[in-house]
């Protein structure tokens, strides 16, 4: 599988500069980038253990702000919606499964870009929900941030609290999909050696994207990421349909 890592290269390098630039993205474009050239068996595994490093510097800070009841609820949802994922992960024709990764990347995309709003966002079942939801979509498809992002943005917590959240329930979250994917087989020497030879490039283009940031902050991080999002969705389930035909 490393005679993948110059064409698998160029995708998680502008997805790790759109994660630095934007805060988000880097799981949702890198899938939809991988799926062209590995099944989403093999690319879900290393996109999420590279999330979970690139994120592990940023939890002891995160660990001060969270709002920990918060997190724990989420947390719990998340361990119940994750068998459930690696079952679709399993399950699913991988055709099939690249088309759906898509429609729901562009889904949530125009969900976050129409400003979606719970009217209970602060209820226990709302909160399971969520957890779960993410839960699924980080197992099955490693697409469970929009889901949590669409929960912060109806949240009353503080934009600080928001995003230290997100950062320990995403680093807690794709662990236990990983751990869960390891289980399942999904993880072998062929898939750990892709995932360190990326590493490297990922820290750099991340420390980019956050470079590019401070020198030129945009307007709203959200008007520049989604549109990513959304055209890269879009050019996958053009390419999913024709293989599927």
């Keep these: 599988m490393l005679e993948s890592f110059w064409i698998l290269l160029p995708v998680v390098v502008v997805a790790a500069m759109v994660r630095g630039y934007a805060g988000f993205g880097f799981a949702a474009i890198a899938v939809v980038g991988m799926n062209f050239f590995l099944s989403p068996q093999q690319s879900i595994p290393v996109i999420l253990g590279l999330d979970v490093l690139c994120s592990l510097g940023l939890w002891h800070q995160a660990r001060r702000q969270a709002d920990m009841a918060t997190f724990k609820v989420l947390t719990f949802g998340s361990l119940v919606g994750i068998p459930l994922g690696l079952s679709l992960l399993l399950m699913i024709p991988e055709d099939m499964l690249k088309l759906l990764i898509c429609i729901a990347i562009l889904t949530f995309s125009l969900v976050l870009i129409f400003d979606f709003r719970l009217r209970s966002a602060e209820g226990l079942r709302a909160k399971l929900g969520f957890g779960m939801a993410s839960g699924i ?109």
């Design 137 to 245: 979509g980080t197992a099955g498809a490693s697409v469970g941030g929009p889901m949590i992002v669409c929960y912060m943005l109806s949240s009353p917590l503080t934009p600080s609290a928001q995003r230290a959240t997100m950062i320990l329930f995403f680093i807690v979250s794709e662990l236990l999909a990983l751990m869960a994917l390891f289980s399942g087989g999904l993880v072998d020497m062929a898939i750990l050696q892709l995932l360190v030879s990326l590493l490297i490039p990922t820290l750099v283009a991340v420390r980019m994207g956050q470079w590019l940031f401070n020198r030129y902050p945009p307007k709203s991080l959200k008007h520049f990421a989604l549109p990513i999002m959304v055209m890269v969705s879009l050019l996958g389930i053009s390419a999913s349909i024709e293989q599927i035909i």
